[in-house]
């Protein structure tokens, strides 16, 4: 079931979703032995909800120190360093500016030789921490979630995937407008992966260009060709979306 709220701008989603989390960590009271296992996503979508979380920390109203967080995805062939990876956006926009363990991060590796065994790798180190308590996500304009491409079946796991032309084309702004420097293959978690370990799921959808995506995910079939309305097989889903990504859902 996906429950949907709605707010004026994506400022005060962000805020509201920000403030969410920190209650959800507070009240779990984590500790070394009972950690708040956390998915997280990278994205235009969620920089306001990293803006505000970092603000909460520095304000000592939430700390991260008990926090194991797990990202969704990584593009293959990118460095850690590199720019455009997704271990730079979370360590630049999150990670550096809060008290989070650096041992308690797990980002996908994209350089790893061995592709197979590092999504593996990832399934296993997320069933020894798991559940999550919170996976939040965002969603992409053909209803992929993480990298989970339409075709992507309610069953996969964490694995390699290769781009869609969509996707590469709607990811070439990141790389100067420069197509062929987009990668054309990820490492991605799963549709099971998400929607299997995670007591509730978050996704962001903010701005016109969502709105149509948005409108699939509630009342299109549940069908691997928009693979975000898998969604609604989960018992505890929010869509957070703004006024202009709830366009279409208003003229139904
Ligand atoms: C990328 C990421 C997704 C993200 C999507 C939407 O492809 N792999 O995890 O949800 O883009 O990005 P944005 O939030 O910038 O619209």
């Known amino acids: 079931m996906i429950k949907v709220n709605e707010f004026f701008t994506a400022e005060l989603g962000s805020d509201y979703v920000a403030k969410f989390i920190a209650n959800k960590i507070n009240e779990f009271q984590p500790n070394e032995t009972k950690p708040f296992v956390l998915g997280l996503p990278t994205g235009s979508s969620p920089e306001g909800v990293y803006r505000k979380l970092i603000e909460l920390n520095n304000l000592k109203k939430v700390s991260f120190q008990h926090v194991v967080t797990f990202n969704m995805d990584e593009y293959c062939g990118l460095s850690p360093s590199d720019e455009q990876s997704y271990h730079h956006f979370m360590h630049t926009k999150f990670f550096d500016h809060v008290d989070i363990k650096p041992e308690n991060i797990h980002i996908l590796n994209g350089l790893s030789k061995n592709r197979a065994e590092e999504c593996a790798n990832y399934?296993?180190?997320?069933?020894?921490?798991?559940?999550?308590?919170?996976?939040?996500?965002?969603?992409?304009?053909?209803?992929?979630?993480?990298?989970?491409?339409?075709?992507?079946?309610?069953?996969?796991?964490?694995?390699?995937?290769?781009?869609?032309?969509?996707?590469?084309?709607?990811?070439?702004r990141f790389f100067n407008n420069d197509i062929s420097k987009v990668p054309k293959s990820a490492l991605t978690v799963g549709i099971s992966?998400?929607?299997?370990?995670?007591?509730?799921?978050?996704?962001?959808?903010?701005?016109?260009?969502?709105a149509d995506v948005v409108s699939k995910t509630?009342?299109?079939?549940?069908?691997?060709?928009?693979?975000?309305?898998?969604?609604?097989?989960?018992?505890?889903?929010?869509?957070?979306?703004?006024?202009?990504?709830?366009?279409?859902?208003?003229?139904?």
Request: hydrophobic letters at 35%.
């Open 123 to 172: 399934e296993k180190m997320i069933a020894k921490y798991g559940p999550f308590q919170i996976f939040m996500g965002g969603i992409g304009k053909e209803g992929h979630i993480a990298f989970n491409e339409s075709g992507s079946s309610r069953n996969s796991k964490t694995r390699e995937i290769q781009l869609a032309q969509s996707t590469i084309e709607a990811n070439s």
């Open 193 to 210: 992966t998400i929607l299997d370990n995670s007591k509730e799921v978050i996704i962001l959808a903010f701005g016109t260009s969502k």
């Open 218 to 252: 509630i009342n299109d079939n549940i069908d691997s060709k928009t693979p975000s309305t898998f969604l609604r097989e989960h018992p505890n889903v929010t869509l957070v979306v703004d006024k202009s990504s709830a366009l279409l859902l208003h003229k139904k």
